[in-house]
């Protein structure tokens, strides 16, 4: 399996501008989990999904974020619009259901997203 | 409340062995976990431990676990500069990973 793939994996955009990033899970995974990087804040959970539903976007910072999983195959990360502070790694994760080790997550290599 | 702590920096010598430690909250964490992130990379689960046990040996990594303390260390024995990294401890309250701040391990030559 190729693991978690994710595009792109660097995007620099204007701050006001629409930014959409990309994740596919490893085939078979039913959660799917969005974070995000920073130096002040770590790493922090935004939002994830099971079987393609959202079940906790308490991490969603504001509004102006949104995130979707039209197919068990494909979630986008959605910034509009963007401002700097957003400027972050964004990593998607996914992880199987059931069996001991049901929250063991893996890792895509994140976006990396700068916003002037 | 959920809420995991580490040391933000450790450094040590090429062939020593280093220690990591992590603090958690949530005792009804089922696996505990380490994740390894090297540079412009994303997390790597490096090593678990199932939260019955107090011990789980994996080659060089040593994974200690005290329950009534709530404190998880992770050793590595013979530590190589490509050991070099930032460590992530983890608890799992439900299906959601709750990770700690990182330690920033450097190993110099």
């Known amino acids: 399996d190729a693991g978690v793939i994710q595009s792109p994996r660097h995007e620099v955009t204007e701050m006001g501008q629409e930014v959409t990033l990309r994740c596919k899970p490893i085939s078979g995974h039913d959660y799917l989990f969005w974070y995000r990087q920073t130096m002040m804040r770590g790493l922090e959970l935004l939002i994830y999904f099971n079987n393609n539903v959202p079940i906790d976007d308490s991490g969603m910072p504001e509004d102006r974020f949104s995130a979707k999983m039209p197919n068990a195959s494909f979630s986008t990360l959605k910034i509009q619009p963007s401002e700097p502070r957003d400027s972050a790694v964004y990593f998607c994760?996914?992880?199987?259901?059931?069996?001991?080790?049901?929250?063991?997550?893996?890792f895509g290599p994140g976006t990396r997203l700068t916003v002037t | 409340g959920e809420d995991v702590e580490q040391s933000l920096f450790l450094s040590v010598r090429e062939g020593d062995s280093s220690v990591i430690n992590c603090t958690y909250t949530d005792s009804s964490s089922t696996y505990l976990y380490w994740y390894k992130q090297e540079p412009g990379a994303g997390l790597q689960l490096l090593t678990y431990?199932?939260?019955?046990?107090d011990m789980k040996q994996d080659q060089r990594l040593t994974v200690l676990l005290n329950k009534k303390d709530k404190h998880l260390s992770l050793r590595i024995a013979d530590t190589q500069t490509g050991d070099s990294a930032i460590y992530f401890c983890a608890e799992n309250p439900s299906q959601k990973l709750v990770f700690g701040t990182g330690t920033r391990l450097l190993v110099s030559p």
């Open positions: 994760a996914s992880s199987p259901t059931g069996g001991l080790r049901f929250s063991e997550q893996y």
């Open positions: 431990i199932f939260s019955n046990m």
